[in-house]
């Protein structure tokens, strides 16, 4: 055993104790970091030039430090930003494109920002909203509302309770739902405060700062410093801030400071912008007094407008709590301070609410840095910079090392210079359905932004925008421009390279977009045809989990498979959605109904992590016929619709058959045809001339439906001139029945009665039976106002219909004693009011299985 001798043993602590000391001085010299992040800041700010915001606190951060004009974040939506700048790995390589996922599943020994920081001796702690979780555990249905991060710090996360309302009104509509979604048994009056629930949108309760959650995160945070100036050892304190997020609640006070509100300006969406590009404004339109289609009323904007000022204000009272009660300790001189918003947001510009877009308002966010030894503080920066740019610029300002996961660059320099410039461009991404990702490249002057198809690495769309005369896109130039598209392009490619499916840069489709509609369609032609338990398809995973459900080979609507669900006492299945996902639009597929016998029902529910709802009851709908006869349109307007689940009752071994399921994003409304019709008014018979025209719009999309006033303002100066063939409208169907193999059809507008244009026999009129398929038809009049129809190829019509598609101009061979013909018509067509009434009425019984 080796012995230590006096001499040695005082030289050994000799250099021990100088070891401390250095260890320590290093320690004590490397400077704290106070982060706070606020969910859902748009870079609308006094200090940003928007003298309208009342926001002195950060005001004076941005004077004593840098402001960054141009900061942009990777995702716009909470978890990927957040967890793209507390990884410093873009979302692609982290993981991580939605809400629903945590980036521990797929890279659980990644180092975090705050993880680093504690590694070197730093405290970490974090207080409120920091990563996606909010809430304590079990205050939500879900997982992703409490999830947190414990590795990241050298404390549990401190975090508050979810309750939103205050007001009689709040209250009232939080109770509602509460017992809607959580459903409980016996519940106390205040077990509601303990859970999540969205009420109405905006809420002005007269209570003091502190009863909401963030004056109780400004309350700790500054309890928390008074703790940490104690312990003598550098610290890493992260402070979130839930608000603006909405629902959009504050004092009243901070409502007081915002009167007359302006309506949004800039609320056309971008001219020739594929519509995949917006959304159909379901965050805002979940809360309970939101329409959840149409038009938001311009009281309801005016009212949201000032709920989300009236939060800046006040989340900007409770920074300044915690910025003061760090000047009070002593210690700002020697703190990093970081303020950033995790994404941008829109407040009705381009007639969007709410954030998860590529467009400037989304992607763009507030960030502003104040360093100990920076230099022209109150000097703002006009580089690009981005989120993930921080992890290693904090890095680098405290003195750590550079850890080799990160995918941004340090800023540092520019603390010194405002003048210098980091980076060229910066990048973001969102995601859509069926497998689309859209990547968006912003330089000093223009975004360009393509829609990729990763399995594929096809473009599906693109768009550019020139950033020159407003930051809000007005006008898609990619068709104007092909030479900017091109040479952006390249760098995009460059710039995502890991990002796409192959290893070569994107290639174009051959028709640019493809997608204008929407997701993929599911229709079930890769399925093997039998039971399963677990089938995936484009747009989600279905999974049975009561009765029979099956891949049928014999019947489709679209090629040659499809699902059915059984029936019996009740068969139901589930759709877990896909990533990104669209909910805010339609829901659709084809049906037929498998019986006419009781009893049967078929209904869908939703799943937004707070439990099931109704949102479709098809018992009555969904139509017996072997041809897939109803086409089902369900709204869903809720963007965060996780799962859908089909049930079904019926008599065994019948059911229902579904085909063709779609999920399309929601799309501004817009007039794509206006064709003039015949009209029918007999008061205009004789006439040479009319002063009135019946016209026929058709439209696309369902948000912001157009009103008169708009068709009215699209249609002033125009002029319509008639051909010389045109006429007024005689006959108009009235009825249809079945008589045996023929069907009767009865006329109205017939003046004396109906007779051949040319005393031939009538033409032009056509029948089909349960298949669908349309054969010529003999018509002969009967009487004064029917036509008896008989179709050799059809034992028994279903529909009948005359001068329909494809005639490009409709002849006249029936008219009426006026001289005047007979309106085209089909019985199956969705456009007749009689197709609709004949869809309402009630079916004969028949005791037959299908």
């Not at 003195?399 to 320099?413: D, N, R």
């Amino acid at each position: 055993m080796h012995r230590w001798s006096k001499a040695q043993l005082a030289i050994f602590v000799g250099v021990m104790v100088l070891l401390g000391v250095s260890q320590s001085g290093v320690a004590e010299s490397r400077p704290n970091v106070l982060l706070i992040a606020v969910d859902d800041l748009r870079p609308e700010l006094g200090c940003y030039g928007e003298s309208h915001i009342r926001s002195p606190n950060i005001d004076a951060l941005a004077a004593s430090g840098r402001l960054f004009e141009r900061a942009y974040c990777q995702q716009a939506v909470c978890n990927p930003s957040r967890t793209s700048l507390m990884t410093e790995m873009r979302p692609d390589s982290i993981g991580v494109t939605g809400n629903h996922s945590h980036f521990r599943t797929k890279h659980p020994n990644v180092v975090t920002l705050p993880q680093h920081f504690k590694k070197h001796g730093y405290h970490a702690a974090a207080i409120g909203k920091i990563y996606h979780g909010v809430f304590p555990d079990g205050a939500s249905l879900t997982k992703w509302d409490t999830m947190g991060d414990p590795q990241s710090w050298s404390v549990p996360a401190m975090r508050f309770g979810p309750r939103y309302y205050y007001t009689e009104e709040g209250i009232a509509a939080a109770k509602v739902i509460y017992e809607k979604v959580y459903k409980p048994k016996n519940p106390s009056p205040d077990d509601w405060t303990h859970k999540l629930v969205f009420g109405p949108a905006t809420e002005s309760p007269d209570v003091p700062d502190g009863t909401l959650y963030d004056g109780q995160v400004a309350e700790a945070a500054v309890k928390t410093l008074q703790e940490l100036k104690q312990q003598g050892k550098p610290f890493f304190l992260a402070v979130g801030f839930i608000k603006p997020h909405s629902p959009h609640i504050a004092p009243k006070k901070y409502f007081d400071l915002y009167k007359d509100v302006a309506l949004p300006t800039h609320t056309e969406f971008p001219a020739e912008a594929p519509s995949l590009a917006g959304h159909g404004s379901g965050e805002l339109r979940r809360h309970t007094d939101q329409p959840k289609r149409n038009a938001i009323p311009n009281k309801n904007q005016q009212r949201v407008r000032q709920a989300y000022f009236a939060c800046i204000s006040y989340i900007d009272a409770q920074i300044g709590r915690v910025l003061s009660e760090l000047e009070r300790s002593g210690i700002s001189d020697h703190t990093i301070v970081v303020l950033y918003g995790d994404h941008g947001y829109h407040l009705g510009e381009q007639g969007l609410w709410g954030k998860t877009t590529n467009f400037e308002l989304d992607t763009r966010v507030p960030l502003i840095v104040r360093s100990p030894r920076m230099t022209a503080a109150g000097k703002s920066s006009s580089s690009l910079v981005e989120l993930v740019d921080l992890y290693p610029t904090l890095a680098e300002l405290a003195g750590l090392p550079i850890t080799k996961q990160l995918e941004g660059q340090s800023f540092a320099p520019i603390l010194s210079d405002p003048q210098h410039a980091t980076k060229t461009v910066a990048l973001s991404q969102y995601p859509r359905g069926g497998g689309l990702m859209g990547y968006t490249m912003r330089t000093p002057t223009h975004r360009l932004t393509q829609w990729v198809h990763r399995q594929t690495s096809e473009i599906r769309a693109t768009e550019l925008y020139d950033y020159a005369d407003a930051l809000v896109e007005s006008r898609n130039i990619a068709g104007d421009s092909p030479e900017i598209v091109a040479e952006l392009s390249r760098q995009l490619a460059t710039a995502f390279a890991d990002s796409f499916a192959s290893s070569t840069p994107p290639r174009k489709a051959k028709q640019e977009p493809v997608v204008v509609n929407g997701n993929d369609r599911t229709s079930f032609e890769k399925a093997k045809v039998s039971l399963f338990n677990e089938l995936e398809t484009k747009i989600g995973t279905w999974t049975p989990i009561s009765g029979r459900t099956i891949v049928d080979g014999k019947h489709a609507k679209t090629e040659r498979q499809c699902l059915q669900l059984t029936g019996g006492k009740e068969t139901s299945i589930t759709l877990q959605l896909a990533e990104g996902i669209d909910t805010t639009g339609d829901l659709t597929f084809w049906a037929e109904r498998w019986t006419t016998r009781a009893p049967f029902s078929f209904r869908i529910d939703k799943n937004s992590g707070k439990g099931w709802e109704e949102i479709f009851k098809g018992d009555k709908q969904i139509r017996v016929g072997r041809a897939f006869l109803s086409h089902v349109k369900v709204p869903l307007g809720d963007g965060s619709i996780e799962r859908l689940r089909f049930s079904c009752t019926s008599p065994a071994n019948t059911g229902i058959l579904i085909d063709d399921v779609r999920i399309a994003p929601a799309r501004p409304q817009r007039i794509v045809k206006v064709e003039v019709v015949p009209l029918s008014l007999p008061a205009l018979v004789g006439n040479d001339a009319s002063p009135l025209l019946k016209l026929r719009v058709e439209t696309t999309g369902q948000v912001d439906p157009i009103s008169l006033t708009d068709l009215q303002a699209t249609l002033e100066g125009t002029t319509y001139e008639p051909k010389s063939h045109t006429t007024y409208s005689g006959p108009l169907l009235d009825s249809a029945e079945h008589e045996g193999d023929s069907m009767v059809v009865s006329f109205k507008h017939v003046d004396a009665g109906l007779r051949s244009a040319d005393e031939k026999p009538l033409r032009y009129f056509e029948a089909c039976g349960a298949d669908g398929v349309f054969h010529s038809a003999n018509a002969k009049i009967i009487g004064t106002h029917t036509v008896a129809l008989s179709c050799p190829q059809v034992a028994e019509p279903h529909h009948v219909r005359y001068a329909w598609l494809p005639f490009p101009d409709p002849p006249a061979s029936l008219i009426n004693d006026a001289g005047l013909p007979a309106s085209p018509f089909s019985t199956e067509s969705e456009e007749s009011p009689f197709a609709r009434r004949k869809a309402n009425a009630p079916r004969p019984a028949n005791n037959a299985g299908h």
